[in-house]
C-alpha cells in the first residue's frame, strides 16, 4: 500500500517562502502523477497543482501561478511544491495526492487515488 508524507509546513510571514515535500513510500512515484491541494478553515478542499509522471506537463490553481513551483524528483520518490511570495490566503493544510493516472496533471480530486495527512501552512500579515 501507498503511503504519502508531507513536510515543510509552518508559521512564516506574508512574503516569505516555504518548500513542502511529499515522500511516497510502498511503491515508487513513477506510478503515480502527483498533485497538491489544500483545505482552509471552513472552507472546501481545493486544488493548488499538479505534476504528470513525466514532469512535462503542469497545473496551477490561477493565485498561485508565477509564485509556486510544483516538482518532482523520482529518484528520490519525493514530490515538491515550492512557494513563494507567500500571502495570508494562503493559509490551509497542504495535501499531497497521487494518481495512477499518469499521463496528464490532474485538477479535480476525484481523479487521485491516494492521499496523505496534510502539513498546515499559516501565513501571518
Known amino acids: 500500500q501507498v503511503q504519502l508524507v508531507e513536510s515543510g509546513g509552518g508559521l512564516v510571514q506574508a512574503g516569505d517562502s516555504l518548500r513542502l515535500s511529499c515522500a511516497v513510500s510502498?511503491?515508487?512515484?513513477?506510478?503515480?502523477?502527483m498533485g497538491w491541494f489544500r483545505q482552509a478553515p471552513g472552507k472546501e478542499r481545493d486544488f493548488v497543482a499538479a505534476i504528470n509522471r513525466s514532469g512535462s506537463s503542469t497545473n496551477y490553481l490561477d493565485s498561485v501561478k508565477g509564485r509556486f513551483t510544483i516538482s518532482r524528483d523520482n529518484a528520490k520518490n519525493t514530490a515538491y511544491l515550492q512557494m513563494n511570495n507567500l500571502k495570508p490566503e494562503d493559509t490551509a493544510v497542504y495535501y499531497c495526492?497521487?494518481?495512477?493516472?499518469?499521463?496528464?496533471?490532474?485538477?479535480?480530486?476525484?481523479?487521485?487515488?491516494?492521499w496523505g495527512r496534510g502539513t498546515q501552512v499559516t501565513v501571518s500579515s
Open positions: 510502498g511503491r515508487t512515484i513513477t506510478n503515480y502523477a
Open positions: 495526492a497521487a494518481s495512477l493516472r499518469t499521463s496528464y496533471a490532474y485538477t479535480t480530486d476525484a481523479r487521485y487515488n491516494f
